[in-house]
């Protein structure tokens, strides 16, 4: 398997701003990243909800810390170059603990941070019972968010949560205020309908760059990247799909384990120890190892 592709990952913003459509799938982990580069993605996105569920073995209700979270995206920075979104939750508490994530995201190598305005501890998403801050808040810690950023070319994403609380109308508002707070590109999550996702773009999309979410089961009807940017939505994001993928390939393995004392019945939607060392690259890194020697 190839190495990845190594690319600065700075030119997000610009790209979102000529009007470019990017994709980027979830990721949780420097394996993930690394595959996501090879199989040919620039730009990455850092889900809570994945590294929740990964790392924690919990629903996305709130329980990763800020130093997991930053502790991970530097373990990915490290491995790849692409532009890497990163899923901030709330800030992790008020104007000022923004600004401690910030700085802690942006130093590990966060291209894009995205900040959102449920309460602390927040929820998926996608999950009910949710609970807002106050606008002027959450106006308040984008504010922050901004002025905390090194590089004027790391990005802030205002997220709104509103429309499962306030509705429609009130999340359009929200989004608004973000923007004019500073946001670089907005995410309105968990629109319900086809006619609610056309809707938000007329509303907004000459206010800033609009991100897109597509969960399995979640609220959002399904639509590939290339509808999605159609509509008009610049970034769209596949944040959990890896780890509904791999959880569902972990639940058959060891079961089908289990069952016959052997690997060999699922042989075939494995990778050998040597397949797996190819795709990490193994050989490349020895070779450069004796180059020490």
């Known amino acids: 398997m190839e190495q990845a592709a190594r690319t600065d990952g700075k030119n997000l913003g610009a790209r979102l701003m000529r009007g470019e459509g990017v994709?980027?799938?979830?990721?949780?982990?420097?394996?993930?990243?690394?595959?996501?580069?090879?199989?040919?993605?620039?730009?990455?996105?850092?889900?809570?909800?994945?590294?929740?569920?990964?790392?924690?073995g919990s629903a996305d209700v709130?329980?990763?810390?800020?130093?997991?979270?930053?502790?991970?995206t530097a373990l990915i920075r490290d491995r790849v170059d692409c532009a890497l979104v990163v899923d901030g939750d709330t800030g992790f508490g008020n104007a000022l603990n923004v600004q401690r994530t910030v700085r802690g995201l942006e130093r590990a190598g966060a291209t894009a941070i995205q900040l959102e305005d449920q309460t602390f501890p927040k929820r998926c998403g996608h999950l009910a019972g949710k609970s807002l801050v106050s606008s002027s808040e959450m106006v308040g810690k984008l504010k922050a968010a901004v002025d905390a950023r090194h590089d004027q070319a790391t990005?802030?994403?205002?997220?709104?949560?509103?429309?499962?609380?306030?509705?429609?109308?009130?999340?359009?508002?929200?989004?608004?205020?973000?923007?004019e707070a500073g946001a670089d590109v907005l995410f309105v999550e968990a629109p319900q309908?086809?006619?609610?996702?056309?809707?938000?773009?007329?509303?907004?999309?000459?206010?800033?760059?609009?991100?897109?979410?597509?969960?399995?089961?979640?609220?959002?009807?399904?639509h590939s990247a290339s509808e999605m940017h159609a509509l008009g939505f610049g970034l769209v994001i596949f944040p959990g799909g890896i780890v509904r993928a791999l959880a569902r390939t972990a639940v058959d393995y060891y079961a089908s384990l289990k069952a016959h004392?052997?690997?060999?019945?699922?042989?075939?939607?494995m990778f050998d120890f040597n397949e797996l060392n190819g795709v990490l690259g193994t050989d490349a890194l020895m070779r450069k190892a004796a180059t020490y020697e």
């Open 155 to 179: 990005l802030i994403i205002g997220r709104t949560d509103a429309i499962a609380v306030e509705g429609f109308e009130k999340a359009i508002e929200r989004a608004r205020l973000y923007a």
């Open 261 to 269: 004392g052997e690997n060999g019945p699922f042989r075939e939607r």
């Open 193 to 222: 309908s086809l006619d609610e996702l056309t809707a938000m773009v007329r509303e907004l999309r000459d206010v800033a760059p609009l991100m897109g979410n597509m969960v399995e089961g979640g609220r959002t009807p399904l």
């Open 23 to 56: 994709i980027a799938p979830g990721v949780f982990d420097p394996l993930t990243s690394h595959i996501a580069a090879v199989a040919g993605f620039d730009t990455l996105y850092l889900s809570g909800a994945a590294l929740a569920y990964t790392r924690l």
């Open 62 to 72: 709130g329980l990763v810390s800020v130093s997991e979270l930053i502790d991970t």
